[in-house]
């Protein structure tokens, strides 16, 4: 939001009303079907070109800067033993998949948005890629890939990601909000700051 607004395309209003939701999203309360509706309804009508291009800048400039040498160095490691890698996100595919491509992830599992003839019809594709749709979308991917839950590892800041966090064999909490981090701390989790 903030390189829309430096953009002029987002006004004030707008900002106080994201930083709400994100406020909401790190107490693990936000209604993010609602929220996810009410933002892409506004999209309703949009060539999904628009999107992309906006992405990519938007991740070129502000996000990839800001990936740590350490998150490089650990997605790098689990290529390198062979695992099987995924970006698991509550984002969309618009602004994951640069990051995928930049680490050389092939798999990103995000939510996903309902496009006909290259127009966004405002809907999303359910179920969103949160809470327990982030379950069932890892599930899916796993068992294609012949993949148990209890091989696997998932990294996450965010105590909205608890329902997957609990199922893995290796959960790591990575420069967590404090519910994750209080989480974390009784289940004996490891924590880390990248």
């Known amino acids: 939001m903030q390189f829309r607004r430096r953009r002029g395309e987002v006004g004030l209003r707008r900002m106080l009303q994201v930083g709400f939701w994100l406020l909401q999203y790190?107490?693990?309360?936000?209604?993010?079907?609602?929220?996810?509706?009410k933002v892409m309804g506004e999209y309703r009508g949009t060539p999904e070109k628009h999107l992309e291009e906006l992405c990519e800048g938007w991740v070129e400039s502000e996000v990839l800067p800001l990936i740590s040498p350490r998150a490089r160095?650990?997605?790098?490691?689990?290529?390198?033993?062979g695992d099987l890698v995924a970006i698991v996100t509550s984002s969309t595919r618009y602004g994951t998949a640069p990051v995928a491509?930049?680490?050389?992830?092939?798999?990103?599992?995000?939510?996903?948005?309902?496009?006909?003839?290259?127009?966004?019809?405002?809907?999303?594709?359910k179920p969103l890629c949160y809470g327990e749709g982030k379950v069932i979308?890892?599930?899916?991917?796993?068992?294609?890939?012949?993949?148990?839950?209890s091989d696997a590892t998932f990294y996450s800041d965010s105590v909205t990601d608890l329902p997957l966090m609990n199922l893995v064999?290796?959960?790591?909490?990575?420069?967590?909000?404090?519910?994750?981090?209080?989480?974390?701390?009784?289940?004996?989790?490891?924590?880390?700051?990248?």
Do not use: M
């Open 73 to 81: 160095l650990v997605v790098k490691s689990h290529q390198s033993a």
């Open 169 to 194: 064999g290796r959960a790591v909490a990575v420069n967590p909000d404090k519910g994750l981090r209080r989480y974390a701390q009784k289940q004996g989790w490891a924590i880390e700051q990248w």
């Open 26 to 37: 790190s107490w693990g309360r936000v209604d993010a079907e609602r929220v996810a509706r």
């Open 137 to 149: 979308r890892s599930r899916e991917l796993l068992n294609e890939h012949g993949v148990s839950f």
């Open 101 to 125: 491509r930049e680490l050389g992830i092939e798999h990103v599992l995000c939510t996903e948005l309902e496009v006909r003839e290259e127009i966004f019809t405002g809907e999303v594709v």
